[in-house]
T-cell receptor, first 112, second 113 residues
Framework: DVKVTQSSRYLVKRTGEKVFLECVQD?????MFWYRQDPGLGLRLIYF???????EKGDIPEGYSVSREKKERFSLILESASTNQTSMYLC???????????FGPGTRLTVT | RKEVEQDPGPFNVPEGATVAFNCTYS??????FFWYRQDCRKEPKLLMS???SGNEDGRFTAQLNRASQYISLLIRDSKLSDSATYLC??????????????FGAGTQVVVTP
């Protein structure tokens, strides 16, 4: 059974703080993704990675960065959190040539 | 215009009834289509792929209409456990698009006893 885990279910941070969201998958998937989900907007892709140390911008990368030092781990970094980054953050992974993505449980981040 | 548009609902459906809803997409070059299901406060999970010829998975039937650029999902004999948000998903068409998906905002279905 594929398992994608995220470091926190709920997180509250202050404006200007640096925030780290961690994602780990245990199925040796090549692809990993970070999305945010907001009401009425659906899932929007922030960053994705096809391989270790490789990253590519998604649709809304501004204010975010990522790190993939190991195949199983993909981190999302908010360099200086702002209130408009309050959202549900979902990590996903998939095999190299597959469109089926497996999602983690999500992290609900509140920036005050 | 959004790349993938869905009626947000909610569609209130009596248990045992049939419900159907559509999703439209704007990129005529999209090649692959899916329905994902998201339960309240849970992560999305793949429900089924949508093939050109239409396909069935138990009580669920998915159809694709390329000419009009929409896909549909029909749920027969609705169960209480079918209550969820159904996300329409199409593939992104760029040179490096493998694995990249475009998600609709979802259609909420509420099955009532």
């Amino acid at each position: 059974d594929v398992k994608v885990t995220q470091s926190s279910r709920y997180l509250v941070k202050r404006t200007g703080e640096k925030v780290f969201l961690e994602c780990v998958q245990d199925m040796d998937h090549e692809n990993m993704f970070w999305y945010r989900q907001d009401p009425g907007l659906g899932l929007r892709l922030i960053y994705f990675s096809y391989d270790v140390k490789m990253k590519e911008k998604g649709d809304i990368p501004e204010g975010y960065s990522v790190s993939r030092e190991k195949k199983e781990r993909f981190s999302l970094i908010l360099e200086s959190a702002s209130t408009n980054q309050t959202s549900m953050y979902l990590c996903a992974s998939s095999l190299k040539n597959s469109y089926e993505q497996y999602f983690g449980p999500g992290t609900r981040l509140t920036v005050t | 215009r959004k790349e993938v548009e869905q009626d947000p609902g909610p569609f209130n459906v009596p248990e045992g009834a049939t419900v159907a809803f559509n999703c439209t997409y704007s990129n005529s070059a999209s090649q692959s289509f899916f329905w994902y299901r998201q339960d309240c406060r849970k992560e999305p999970k793949l429900l089924m792929s949508v093939y050109s010829s239409g396909n069935e998975d138990g009580r669920f039937t998915a159809q694709l209409n390329r000419a009009s650029q929409y896909i549909s999902l029909l749920i027969r004999d609705s169960k209480l456990s079918d209550s969820a948000t159904y996300l329409c998903v199409v593939t992104r068409m760029t040179t490096d698009s493998w694995g990249k998906l475009q998600f609709g905002a979802g259609t909420q279905v509420v099955v009532t006893p």
